[in-house]
């Protein structure tokens, strides 16, 4: 399994396939999805490059943790390429748009997503996709 629990392995693999990208070295293509996302947060380049992998990002310290952003690109884009839950890529086409930038209008589901999984976590449930799709729903109108 590529992406497990181990959030050193996962942060591992974004610090890997990053010096790939950079070193111009082949991707296989699920590092070339992670490269394209990093590449749209220079802000986390530092990040991937250097000892944050072991950091905490913690809420209190009014951090984003760059993984659980970048990873939750990642979880946006393949819902819309499998169109899971059924909706969302025709909800992405209106909000991208409507934005006239696909990583605005990406970070505008982000929301949507960490929302319904911080629900579903502190109700110690399986996410609602329902309501999930409804808050998607309610950015395309």
């Keep these: 399994m590529i992406f497990g629990q181990d959030r ?12 790939k990208h950079v070193d111009r070295s082949p991707l296989s293509p699920l590092e070339a999805q992670i490269a394209a996302v ?5 802000e986390y380049h530092v990040a991937v490059s250097s000892d944050a992998l072991d950091k905490d990002f913690l809420p209190g310290d009014g951090e984003t943790n760059p993984f659980l ?7 946006i884009r393949e819902q819309i390429a499998t169109n899971r839950p059924t909706g969302i890529k025709a909800v992405f ?17 982000i929301e949507c997503l960490a929302e319904t999984l911080w629900e579903a976590q502190s109700q110690n449930t399986a996410p609602d996709e ?11 109108r």
């Design 93 to 109: 086409d209106t909000v991208a748009a409507r934005c006239g930038d696909i990583h605005d209008a990406e970070h505008q589901m």
């Design 130 to 140: 329902q309501k999930y799709l409804q808050r998607l729903q309610q950015l395309a």
């Design 8 to 19: 050193n392995e996962l942060r591992k693999m974004y610090a890997d396939t990053w010096r």
């Design 69 to 75: 952003h970048m990873g939750l690109h990642l979880g």
């Design 38 to 42: 990093i590449e749209i947060h220079p």
